[in-house]
């Protein structure tokens, strides 16, 4: 795949690979995505806003240099910026590859990192060497003043320009809760939501801490992802009854976005905070999002596993074939796919090639 | 410096429902001195949260330690790579944001100029501050304000104007043109947020007796010029009076939402 490799958000020939129920795969213009939603659909978004996240700096004990990559907390609230989970790395900056970044050094229960104007101390790790639970000195505000001052977005080797908050906010973001950015969202400008409302869509958010796609670890990274807060509001949950009253779909633009509702959907489907802590892949059965908008991913990414719950692999083995083929860029700011359930296709074939190994017996279709 | 007037309580409080703003997020800019720091107290003696912005470090400390409950942070409105440091330090103060008031202002050059005289730098200045520091700020918390139209909270912005976007003043051409188009940058954001639910307006708050009004005109007499304090309460009560017509029976709920 290509990567997309500008910050552009909103690149005019973006586009869009719809997978229909039944596997049929078509190019869209992604600015006409309004035209892949029909009225009395509600499009449901994520409107975290991205963190800066990262902060270099040095670990007290070795005098070494370090970048912290926060990746967790327990909440959503404002003031509970103390404690977090976060993935430190040795030296070196996003011109290198994640994976070839240097670990960082041996890392112990109370040892103090100086990350710019912020100090934090490590709490303990958490089963991986680069893996640490810490937490930082000084007031609520004064740690959101210092990540203001010194913290960056997760930089990406595929970027070579380093980003700014700008270039990974969503247009619509809101609090800033998110680790990495909820890219999906990219897609969606402000003439979009009019347009969009104008055809009797609804547009509905959510607020989910789309957390970080990349530990530079393979063993790390098979634990991703972390266990996500979100937040659902009431109005949301009501845009979806309406919309699921009326026959219309329930498009989650984002794997965040799928993330979050499948949980809430498994929990009552009630408003409030949450914690997403499932993975969802081809044994998930889909409660409540009917189809979802996300990035162009790879097989091994928990985002191609997350499409696997609304079609089958031979369907997103086509899909990945007719991406590379077309030369869909990926990453943050690459193109979009739009995979509808599976579930939705009126003619459920019996047989299904691929998805058993010989000798088990063929089960029945979704 | 900061000049703030103690002496407020000849104001009469009663025009405002003190239930409209307790509880309100309001964000502020250029809110140590003159009109904006007369807004972050009274905001604050009515209850609502209230974030102000400024550039001296000095400042911002000093009215934090006065004004109970309000956060300060510090930052230039005017600089690019500032405004969403500013805009992330906002959403967390205050958890969401209902009220946004764009006041920090720059007169363009200093003393004031007649145009031929004024360098191309100072009129830059003065649309950094005064005309595309607030357009770019109130993109950043949008979509903030946009999800406070969703919970019914009649969120505003304001744009801080003056009669020099109007009238003609021989030497107010920078600071003039720069808030004309801040004007009607307001108007064409009001149109277009209709939909949304975010209502924009402009306010001039007069000629008031303020370091901003000293710089521009040294020789005033500040007995002539209006106490700040009194342009704050007036913008306080139409903010107030804007929400009330967006929202009949707004109070201001519990915000429905983690970030509390």
Redesign the interface.
């Known amino acids: 795949m290509r990567a997309a490799d500008r910050p552009v958000q909103r690149p005019l020939d973006a586009r869009l690979l719809v997978v229909d129920p039944c596997g049929s795969l078509r190019h869209a213009p992604r600015e006409c995505l309004v035209d892949e939603l029909a009225p009395d659909d509600v499009l449901v978004v994520n409107?975290a806003?991205t963190?800066?996240a990262s902060l270099h700096g040095t670990h007290d004990r070795t005098g070494e240099e370090i970048e912290v990559r926060l990746a967790g907390r327990g909440?959503?609230?404002?003031d509970d910026?103390h404690a977090w989970t976060a993935v430190v790395f040795g030296t070196g900056d996003h011109r290198t590859l994640t994976e070839d970044r240097p670990p960082p050094p041996a890392l112990q229960p109370g040892d103090r990192l100086r990350l710019g104007p912020l100090v934090a101390a490590v709490r303990r790790t958490l089963g991986h060497p680069r893996l640490v639970e810490l937490r930082f000195d000084g007031s609520?505000?004064a740690i959101?003043?210092g990540?203001?001052?010194h913290g960056k977005p997760i930089q990406y080797a595929h970027v070579v320009e380093p980003l700014?908050?700008?270039d990974v906010?969503?247009?619509?973001?809101?609090?800033?809760v998110a680790f990495e950015p909820p890219s999906a969202g990219f897609a969606l400008d402000?003439a979009m939501?009019?347009e969009l409302?104008a055809r009797g869509v609804e547009v509905a958010?959510l607020?989910h801490a789309a957390g970080i796609s990349s530990t530079g670890d393979p063993a790390l990274d098979a634990r991703l992802p972390f266990d996500e807060?979100y937040?659902l509001?009431?109005?949301t949950v009501e845009a979806i009854g309406r919309a699921r009253a009326r026959g219309g779909d329930v498009v989650a633009l984002g794997t965040t976005v799928t993330r979050a509702l499948e949980h809430a959907a498994a929990h009552g489907l009630r408003?409030g905070?949450g914690i997403a802590d499932q993975r969802i892949g081809p044994g998930t059965k889909l409660r409540v999002v009917d189809a979802v908008v996300s990035g162009v991913h790879e097989p091994g990414e928990s985002h191609y596993e997350l499409l696997g719950a609304f079609a089958p692999a031979a369907v997103l083995s086509r899909m990945s074939d007719a991406l590379e083929a077309s030369g869909y860029r990926n990453h943050e700011f690459g193109e979009s796919v739009l995979v509808r359930t599976s579930a939705r296709c009126p003619d459920q074939p019996v047989c299904q090639p691929f998805r058993q190994p010989p000798d088990q017996p063929p089960t029945k279709a979704r | 410096m900061t000049t703030y007037s103690d002496n407020e309580s000849h104001l009469d409080e009663g025009h405002v429902n003190e239930l409209e703003f307790s509880g309100l997020r309001v964000a502020v800019t250029g809110g140590t001195s003159g009109l904006g720091l007369a807004l972050v107290r009274q905001l604050s003696r009515l209850g609502a949260r209230v974030a102000f912005v400024a550039r001296g470090e000095e400042g911002v400390r000093a009215v934090a330690r006065q004004v109970a409950d309000g956060h300060g942070i510090v930052g230039d409105v005017s600089k690019k790579e500032q405004t969403y440091p500013i805009a992330l330090q906002i959403k967390a103060a205050l958890g969401g944001l209902d009220v946004l008031i764009h006041n920090a202002s720059s007169l363009g050059p200093e003393p004031l100029a007649l145009l031929a005289d004024t360098d191309c730098e100072d009129l830059q200045a003065a649309l950094d501050t005064n005309l595309v520091g607030p357009f770019r700020l109130t993109k950043a918390v949008l979509g903030s304000l946009a999800l406070a139209a969703r919970d019914g909270r009649a969120p505003v912005v304001v744009h801080v104007t003056s009669d020099a976007a109007d009238k003609p003043y021989a030497g107010w051409g920078a600071y003039g043109a720069s808030k004309a188009a801040l004007r009607h940058l307001g108007r064409i954001w009001h149109e277009e947020l209709r939909g949304v639910g975010v209502q924009v307006l402009d306010h001039d708050p007069g000629d008031m007796d303020t370091p901003l009004h000293a710089a521009a005109v040294p020789e005033a007499d500040p007995a002539s010029l209006k106490d700040p304090a009194v342009s704050a309460r007036e913008l306080i009560e139409r903010i107030a009076a804007v929400r009330q017509a967006a929202a009949p029976t707004v109070e201001t709920k519990e915000v429905e939402h983690a970030s509390r």
């Open positions: 409107d806003a963190l800066p909440s959503l609230a404002p910026v609520a505000q959101w003043a990540l203001g001052q700014s908050l700008w906010w969503t247009p619509f973001a809101g609090p800033p402000w939501q009019g409302a958010t607020t807060p937040h509001p009431r109005a408003p905070p």
